[in-house]
């Protein structure tokens, strides 16, 4: 989510919606966040509006790092396993390169990755259903959107809670998809609806 990509990438408010959805969720869950920046040099800085829930995410307690890439972070995968991640989710652009060769680079070494599609594209939306087909036939790797991942974290987190806790965590989750409901149906419309870039249906048609 670099500078000089907000007038080149499809649908990219509808991907930057779905990428600060996903930064408060980790916000939420204490979760770690990763942000890659490819050849900042020549593509830019991280763009203002994630940086700034990245410095406030991290002002908050939180961890996050930025780090140079081209086409996948060998920095970022040998992190990840070296500390014994087991899961990972994917956003941002562009789909048919950092996503999908960080992706690869992070199943290649035992991590389980699950790919946001509503919150992905590329310069040419083609690429990205393209994309998507291919990673859906890696092994650990799974497609997913931003309001089901959430529930699928949640459900696997809420087993280990109880109580009071475990009620709170559902109100603040609740509050969220409610808060973020109209842009999420925006979202999953321009970039996974029919004519949209990630399309699954017509990336299948295309390669099968």
Not at 78 to 93: T, W
Request: net charge negative; charged share 25%.
């Amino acid at each position: 989510m670099q500078g000089d990509y907000r007038e080149l990438v499809h649908q990219f408010p509808s991907v930057l919606a779905t990428v600060l959805r996903m930064i408060r969720f980790a916000e939420m869950l204490r979760i770690p966040v990763f942000t890659t920046l490819f050849w900042p040099s020549v593509y830019g800085a991280c763009i203002p509006e994630v940086d700034s829930a990245l410095s406030e995410w991290n002002s908050e307690g939180g961890f996050f790092a930025k780090i140079e890439s081209f086409g996948n972070s060998r920095e970022l995968t040998n992190k990840l396993k070296r500390d014994n991640f087991s899961h990972a989710m994917i956003c941002g652009v562009e789909a048919h390169i950092g996503i999908e060769g960080q992706a690869r680079a992070l199943a290649m070494v035992g991590i389980t990755v699950h790919v946001i599609a509503d919150g992905i594209s590329s310069c040419n939306q083609e690429e990205v259903p393209l994309s998507l087909v291919r990673l859906r036939k890696l092994d650990r790797t799974s497609i997913s959107t931003s309001e089901s991942i959430i529930f699928y974290v949640i459900d696997a987190l809420g087993e280990r809670m109880q109580g009071d806790e475990r009620k709170q965590l559902f109100t603040e989750i609740l509050y969220l998809l409610t808060e973020e409901r109209s842009a999420i149906t925006t979202g999953l419309r321009n970039l996974l609806g029919k004519g949209g870039s990630a399309s699954l249906e017509e990336g299948s048609e295309v390669l099968d």
